[in-house]
């Protein structure tokens, strides 16, 4: 049973990560390089799920979609 909720508990980051890769390999290609980060913000993303969770990690890189912009920072910028 105890499998069963850790499992549960992973799922919300799993689908996250599904929808950033699935946006890395069927958008992203077709716009090019964007980023003025490192690592990219996607990946970035993927990367901030993974060490914070769904909720904290999905918040941490929707804000840094948003400071990716000509006006914004540029840079290595680790999760």
């Known amino acids: 049973m105890s499998r ?14 599904a929808l ?22 996607s990946q970035y993303c993927i990367e901030a799920v993974r060490k914070y969770g769904a909720v ?4 941490r890189g929707l804000r840094r979609i948003c400071r990716c912009h000509p006006w914004g920072g540029s840079g290595y910028d680790p999760p």
């Open 4 to 17: 069963l909720l850790a499992a549960a508990a992973r799922l919300p980051a799993a689908v996250l990560i």
């Open 20 to 41: 950033v890769r699935c946006y890395q390999w069927g958008v992203s290609p077709w716009l090019g390089p964007r980023c003025r980060y490192q690592p990219t913000c």
């Open 56 to 59: 904290r990690g999905g918040w």
